[in-house]
């Protein structure tokens, strides 16, 4: 497996618990329309990411981002950094 | 001629229509029809209230009705001492009603120099810097300290002016979570060693009037190399043997580097500063443009704030009855069965945590229509997406007015269904 898939299955495992309307993930999912997620979800999803990456997404970074993918990248980007 | 000047300029009657996609005001069409189905609901707006009359720091005249006021801030009740009036009263004749330019240009007038020599000599600093509102303070000081590159460390659940000033700046801006002292040396741990860091944290967190841990939190962010800003703005006057804040009573005010207040509380007018001891701090006025480019404070507004810190360094009874008071209103909340947001009286604010957005509006209402105003706050302002009535008590309240509050809290929270 690829790094990124392999990313990928931990991020969209990650997803998983606040996932309440069980929507298919893709890298095209977004965040704030398929997810409907409110911005404390965010908080807290972001902090499961960074715990098991060991990374921080600052929050200039996370208004960059708007899809899995996107998500799947800027850790990637992260980890090699 | 006139005419035809006054036609020219005059707004159109009936201006042609814009399509609602291309209308920049339709974004707003949730929040109107939000509000409107509160007020069709019967109940008075909470956020249109008017004071038609202001007799005291603890008394008011809403709709025609006496009021206790029970959701002010007015922490020391300095807004009616009276000489912190007739210090504005004298700086109003002598100075004129205002200063019609900027701190850096022709707007800096002796109460300015007094009032910050009264901050220095409060806070025991040799520096002091007044803005003209306690937003801006946050605004401006964290904007400027934090340049690109480095760092601003916030807690989730901070104050808007904090987060704003966190937007208005170029720095990565860093969440942890509230009052975790472990998730901040996480955090902190993660960043790279080189860039400056700026922790920003607050003595008391507004919402729900927890304390923060605020010894633990700086010794965190030393351990890291960062500076520390704390924003004491609810808790001047009465935390500390000075009165300087939450920071001073847990005793670490040797590893703060900058403190942010505001005269809008305790102090009991309007406007903001920070203190610090830092060699450099006068460069703040050099680069900082919400302290640059807006009017300063009107001479009355400084005069009268002078005088208000001034004695509130020697308030000693006021202090001490501002804390029975806040005892004895969390002691009877506590027995009337209340879900309050802390488990002690750890500050002068008092939440009562309701179900949800009807039953906090209908108690707040009832409190309302008996003579009580609490200030009711919902998301996005509180924390976790809780309704809540916050209560902050004053120095100037009565034993007996908390008794009567006491009363009238358990008759609204039954006729809402918020008690049993």
């Known amino acids: ?81 | 001629m006139t005419d035809a000047i006054d036609t020219a300029e005059a707004l159109p009657e009936n201006p042609s229509p814009i399509a609602p996609e291309r209308d920049l005001m339709s974004k707003f069409d949730g929040l109107i029809a939000e509000r409107q189905a509160l007020l069709d609901s019967g109940v008075t707006d909470p956020f249109a209230i008017v004071m038609e009359q202001v007799k005291s720091p603890t008394e008011a005249v809403i709709k025609g009705k006496d009021t206790i006021l029970l959701g002010t801030y007015n922490y020391m009740g300095m807004t009616f001492d009276p000489d912190v009036i007739q210090a504005g009263k004298d700086a109003l004749d002598q100075f004129g009603s205002g200063t019609n330019g900027s701190r850096m240009l022709n707007g800096t007038f002796r109460d300015h120099m007094e009032v910050e020599q009264a901050l220095r000599d409060f806070y025991g600093t040799t520096g002091a810097i007044v803005f003209s509102t306690g937003y801006m303070a946050n605004l401006g000081m964290i904007s400027t300290l934090a340049g690109k590159g480095e760092y601003v460390i916030l807690d989730a659940d901070s104050h808007a002016s904090i987060y704003d000033g966190c937007k208005q700046g170029y720095a990565e801006i860093v969440r942890f979570r509230h009052n975790d002292i472990e998730d901040l040396d996480k955090r902190l741990g993660r960043l790279p060693k080189e860039p400056g860091k700026l922790v920003v944290l607050e003595g008391v967190y507004s919402m729900l009037g927890d304390v923060a841990p605020l010894k633990e939190m700086v010794a965190v962010a030393k351990k890291h190399n960062a500076m520390v800003l704390s924003d004491e703005a609810h808790s001047m006057g009465f935390y500390g043997p000075n009165g300087r804040g939450v920071y001073e009573a847990q005793g670490c005010e040797g590893d703060v580097d900058f403190i942010v207040g505001t005269f809008s509380k305790s102090v009991g007018t309007v406007g903001g500063f920070c203190v610090s001891n830092h060699p450099k701090f006068e460069a703040i006025r050099l680069a900082c443009r919400p302290y640059i480019f807006t009017a300063s404070l009107p001479p009355s507004v400084v005069a009268t704030a002078a005088m208000s810190i001034r004695k509130l360094q020697h308030a000693h009874n006021k202090r001490a009855h501002l804390w029975e008071n806040a005892r004895q209103l969390h002691g009877g909340l506590t027995r009337l069965g209340f879900k309050l947001g802390t488990e002690n009286p750890d500050s002068a604010i008092i939440a009562v945590i309701l179900d949800d957005q009807t039953q906090a509006v209908m108690m707040w209402q009832a409190l309302l229509d008996s003579g009580v105003y609490v200030n009711m706050a919902r998301p996005p302002a509180t924390p976790a997406g809780t309704y809540l009535l916050r209560c902050s008590l004053c120095a100037e309240h009565t034993a007996e007015q908390i008794a009567t509050v006491l009363e009238r809290f358990e008759a609204a929270g039954r006729a809402a269904h918020a008690l049993n």
Request: aromatic letters at 8%.
């Open chain 1, 1 to 81: 497996m690829s790094d990124r898939a392999a990313i990928f299955e931990t991020v969209t495992g990650l997803i998983q618990p606040f996932n309440k309307k069980g929507v298919a993930l893709s890298d095209a999912t977004t965040f704030q329309h398929d997810l409907e997620w409110d911005s404390l979800t965010v908080m807290d999803f972001v902090a499961a990411i960074e715990d098991d990456f060991d990374i921080i997404i600052t929050m200039n970074m996370q208004a960059e981002i708007e899809t899995v993918g996107q998500l799947v990248d800027a850790v990637q980007k992260l980890k090699d950094a």
